[in-house]
């Protein structure tokens, strides 16, 4: 089986893994309605949750998984197979909300496998370096660390709808870089692990993946799962695919007509990825609606008169 097969493979049972702990994970998060907790108090709260522990281990068993395919193939590969999550995501969320899915969504789930089919098979992407210069990171932290910081600001200056987009933002750009620090640490460790221990791309990996989730949280929280879902599903392989371009010099194999079918490819792709994670967030966010109309009367009429 060739190299490219087994990470297309690996980055599959990723986003499976990543679709089931999303899903427990955003459901539990959203059932937090005190919005004043900070994200220390927000994440003691959320690790007494059962449903989100549980998908806090699958979400690590993904980053072991996208780990391993990043080390058989390019960035640019596993990251479109890993948009597939949604189509995972999908059943689960209906399941899980006592509902069908959608011909709407299925119409969407075709045009975004087909989307993807075309950017794995037409772009053909080739790997680069595994080995970028601290250089080179410099200028994505001099570029990144600026907007994101003023994100966060807005943020929490704006709260809402604005405040779920501008987290998710944060939050998908810091799971981008993750990838893209993912495939050299990868590679370091090869070297052996005193080698890797030495290297400061591994506590920076650790740092963004601690950012990355921190901020996804917040994002859940801070409003509509609407603004915060489709934001974090684009913005994570729109930062991983830009860098591992610029950084770690990937490439598309393809003629001229083929990067028009690609151009067209990732238009349709982006539009199919809105429309699922929007439509999943609605039908969480009424799902968790429902449930809590159903509880507060029960708990209600267990309190004692007065």
């Known amino acids: 089986m060739a190299k490219e097969e087994i990470a297309a493979l690996l980055a599959l049972s990723s986003a499976f893994c990543v679709a089931v702990g999303d899903v427990l994970q955003q459901r539990a998060a959203h059932r937090i309605t005190d919005t004043s907790r900070n994200n220390l108090e927000l994440f003691v709260k959320l690790v007494g949750n059962p449903r989100w522990r549980w998908g806090a281990l699958l979400l690590l068993a993904s980053i072991a998984l996208q780990a391993a395919a990043l080390d058989q193939g390019s960035v ?25 899915v959608t011909r709407r969504e299925w119409i969407w789930a075709v045009v975004l496998t087909a989307a993807v089919t075309v950017i794995v098979t037409v772009g053909n992407p080739q790997a680069g370096h595994s080995r970028p210069s601290l250089q080179a990171w410099a200028a994505v932290v001099a570029v990144l660390g600026p907007l994101l910081l003023g994100c966060v600001v807005a943020a929490r200056m704006r709260g809402g709808a604005v405040a779920a987009v501008l987290f998710a933002f944060v939050s998908g750009s810091l799971w981008g870089v993750f990838a893209v620090l993912t495939k050299q640490v990868v590679t370091q460790l090869g070297d052996g692990p005193v080698a890797a221990a030495r290297s400061p791309q591994l506590y920076a990996w650790v740092l963004v993946a601690l950012g990355g989730f921190a901020w996804e949280q917040s994002a859940f929280r801070a409003g509509a799962l609407t603004a915060s879902m489709p934001t974090l599903e684009i913005s994570q392989p729109v930062v991983a695919a830009s860098l591992g371009i610029l ?11 083929g990067m028009v079918a690609l151009a067209v490819a990732a238009l349709a792709m982006t539009a199919a990825t809105v429309a699922l994670a929007r439509g999943d967030a609605v039908a969480t966010r009424q799902s968790i609606r429902a449930r809590l109309r159903r509880t507060v009367p029960v708990a209600a009429a267990g309190r004692p008169r007065r």
């Open 76 to 100: 640019l590969l596993v990251q479109a197979l890993l948009v597939l999550s949604l189509l995972f995501a999908l059943p689960i969320s209906a399941r899980l909300s006592n509902r069908s």
């Open 247 to 257: 950084v770690l010099g990937e490439t598309l194999n393809t003629g001229p007509a």
